[in-house]
């Protein structure tokens, strides 16, 4: 059983620059959800696909967008990146119909 | 709005005390909560998880308690050890009935530091 990988593990941005992250579900998963987890605090909801549609989102900007795709995988853009994008960003997949998160160990993106 | 709080944000215990690590929820219709725990440098690993029709559940030197009435979590961890540091961070989990799926909203963290 392979668990959640996400690319790459560390990231320095620009201002101003775009940025994508991937992520490959734990085998199975269906549904793919994206974190934001700023130092020193929780992970906030970005968003989460199902059936590669968007199936929820929380209170960031349309700069932030995503997509998974038939296998599952999944990419989170940020266009426009701005200093406090800077975060440990996560991806973790589930079944739709199970609440069990398998978390990936996230993505350093700094943004100088 | 929703959230999921945490009263400490430190917690420093010896090794071999229980340490009790807890969690202040504000949706009452959340229909699941998890505690996770997370080292440095890597993503929030499952410990313990609880439905909302419960009010305890044991797990391998860790305990949950819901307290439905004030909208407490806590998390016990038993003879707590040094590979015990982390951050500890609860999450109420809503399902959503349209999809099926699951919404998470985290709490900000607690660290645990283990003293020798």
């Known amino acids: 059983e392979t668990g959640v990988t996400q690319s790459p593990t560390h990231l320095i941005k620009t201002r101003g620059q775009q940025v994508t992250l991937r992520c490959s579900s734990q085998s199975g998963h269906n549904t793919v959800s994206w974190y934001q987890q700023a130092l020193g605090q929780g992970p906030q909801f970005i968003f989460q696909y199902y059936r590669e549609e968007e199936n929820g989102r929380g209170n960031f900007p349309p700069r932030f967008s995503g997509l998974q795709f038939p296998n599952y995988s999944s990419e989170l853009n940020v266009n426009a990146l701005e200093l406090d994008d800077s975060a440990l960003y996560l991806c973790?997949?589930?079944?739709?119909?199970?609440?069990?998160?398998?978390f990936g160990s996230g993505t350093r993106l700094t943004v100088v | 709005g929703e959230s999921v709080g945490l009263h400490l944000p430190t917690l420093s215990v010896q090794e071999g005390d229980n340490s009790i690590i807890n969690c202040a929820y504000s949706?009452?219709?959340?229909?699941?909560f998890i505690w996770y725990k997370q080292e440095s440098g890597k993503g929030p690993q499952f410990i313990i998880d609880?439905?909302?029709?419960?009010d305890k559940r044991q797990g391998q030197r860790v305990t949950v308690l819901l307290n439905k009435t004030v909208k407490h979590l806590s998390l016990q961890i038993a003879a707590t050890q040094p590979g015990d540091s982390a951050v500890y961070f609860c999450?109420?989990?809503?399902?959503?009935?349209?999809?099926?799926?699951?919404?998470?909203?985290f709490g900000t963290g607690t660290r645990l530091k283990v003293l020798a």
């Open positions: 999450a109420e989990i809503t399902h959503r009935q349209t999809s099926g799926t699951y919404k998470y909203i």
């Open positions: 949706n009452s219709a959340s229909d699941y």
């Open positions: 609880i439905r909302s029709n419960m």
């Open positions: 973790a997949s589930s079944l739709a119909d199970n609440y069990g998160y398998t």
